[in-house]
């Protein structure tokens, strides 16, 4: 599996685990200016939620969650401000960004709030 399958797999299972949760998936690997955005939607409290999904195929490579840095959390941030003005329908939401960490074993680690949204 390539990086591309292998992303897609992983955020799928993501999606898995956010619909089980009663999440409502409203977009996934959104690309503009700024950066791409894994996925996109609606939390079971109304919040427009930015996820970002990150697999490690071995902890040889380092946790996951680990792989989401500064420079990481601030393109996000700009991606995520981006679309939210060009989709005015979620600008009164509260926005909540979140990272879900896939491990080799398929386990998932799901962090709310994971960072401050900062524009």
Do not use: W
């Not at 109304?46 to 380092?62: P, Q």
């Not at 500064?70 to 509260?94: D, T, V």
């Amino acid at each position: 599996m390539n990086n591309r399958e292998s992303g897609s797999y992983h955020e799928s299972m993501a999606i898995e685990y956010l619909t089980g949760k009663g999440y409502k998936i409203i977009d996934r690997n959104v690309l503009n200016k700024c950066g791409e955005i894994d996925i996109i939607c609606i939390s079971e409290k109304n919040e427009i939620v930015f996820v970002e999904v990150k697999f490690r195929s071995s902890s040889k490579a380092g946790d996951p969650l680990e792989a989401v840095d500064r420079r990481k959390i601030r393109k996000i941030c700009k991606a995520s401000a981006a679309y939210l003005r060009y989709h005015s329908e979620y600008s009164n939401m509260q926005v909540r960004l979140d990272v879900i960490g896939i491990y080799d074993d398929g386990k998932l680690n799901h962090i709310e709030n994971a960072f401050y949204y900062e524009v």
